[in-house]
């Protein structure tokens, strides 16, 4: 699918992504990475961490609906093509993200905003394999070769 | 106050995903895609979170305690980089170029029902779970 460059709306919502993680841990000390929630969620270290981590995730899966309840736009999607590349990826990004203890909220946002050197590298390093999973996918293979 | 605050929190977080077009795989592949269909507009979405973000994260190291919960639970600010470190963020990257999904954008993405989305975040979910015990199997072999 075809995108165009959207600077306006990529940097507002983008400060509403760092709005969000503002209120997290100005209120409730979390550091807003969506993979360490979510394991917060599947391995509670506490009841408070599950009952907040629910509370999160709930907001973030009601949102599409409260974007259609304020009148907000179609939402455009190209979602992966295929099923075993769902799966695949999904393992990788769930795996790796508590591996290396974040993700693109969690190390992109949240810990580059506080200077942290293990974000910065973990975000270069995300961030190239990234790019070379789409160049292949794009440029090497021409899509994902298993249906 | 705590959990309406983050019910709050993720659903801004949301509407920032879909205002940003984060929520489209396609947009994030398309930054990615840097010999290709370049899209810079991810890397304006990160420049807006982190502007609003370093404040915030400034105000709170000057702060004793958050404002409805005990204790600040944030990273120590000397943790080394490690091969762990490292070893997890290129396999996370691997996967997000691959599907144009990270943790964020494909739970709020739920809703809309896409089967590869639901595929997708199940697949998250035993990975995160596999992660968590392989990370308890190693810390419980380095204690003996």
């Given at each position: 699918m075809e995108t165009h460059f959207t600077p306006l709306p990529a940097f507002l919502g983008g400060s509403l992504i760092g709005l969000a993680a503002a209120m997290l841990v100005l209120l409730t000390g979390r550091v807003a990475g969506v993979s360490g929630?979510?394991?917060?969620?599947?391995?509670?270290?506490?009841?408070?961490?599950?009952?907040?981590?629910?509370?999160?995730?709930?907001g973030l899966v009601a949102a599409p609906f409260a974007w259609s309840a304020l009148g907000g736009s179609l939402i455009e999607q190209a979602v992966p093509a295929s099923t075993s590349l769902s799966t695949i990826a999904g393992l990788l990004v769930g795996f790796g993200a508590i591996l290396g203890g974040g993700c693109t909220s969690g190390h992109g946002v949240c810990?580059?905003?506080?200077?942290?050197?293990?974000?910065?590298?973990?975000?270069?390093?995300?961030?190239?394999?990234?790019?070379?999973?789409?160049?292949?996918?794009?440029?090497?293979t021409g899509g994902w070769p298993w249906g | 106050m705590g959990l309406i605050s983050q019910l709050v929190a993720g659903l801004i977080f949301g509407i920032g995903l879909i205002v940003s077009g984060m929520i489209n795989p396609a947009k994030v592949q398309n930054f990615l895609d840097v010999a290709g269909s370049w899209d810079p507009s991810l890397a304006f979405v990160m420049a807006g979170a982190i502007a609003v973000a370093v404040p915030a994260f400034w105000?709170?190291?000057?702060?004793?305690?958050?404002?409805?919960?005990?204790?600040?639970?944030?990273?120590r600010a000397d943790a080394p980089v490690t091969t762990r470190l490292v070893g997890g963020a290129a396999i996370f990257g691997a996967g997000w170029g691959l599907a144009g999904f990270c943790p964020g954008p494909a739970i709020a993405s739920l809703g809309l029902g896409a089967q590869s989305t639901l595929l997708f975040v199940a697949a998250m979910l035993a990975g995160v779970l596999?992660?968590?015990?392989?990370?308890?199997?190693?810390?419980?072999?380095?204690?003996?």
């Open positions: 929630i979510v394991r917060s969620l599947a391995v509670p270290p506490s009841v408070r961490a599950f009952l907040g981590s629910t509370a999160f995730l709930a810990g580059l905003s506080q200077l942290s050197v293990r974000s910065l590298v973990a975000t270069a390093t995300f961030m190239s394999t990234a790019a070379l999973a789409v160049y292949i996918l794009r440029h090497v | 105000i709170a190291s000057r702060r004793a305690r958050p404002a409805f919960a005990p204790a600040f639970e944030l990273p596999a992660a968590d015990r392989f990370l308890s199997r190693r810390s419980a072999e380095a204690a003996v």
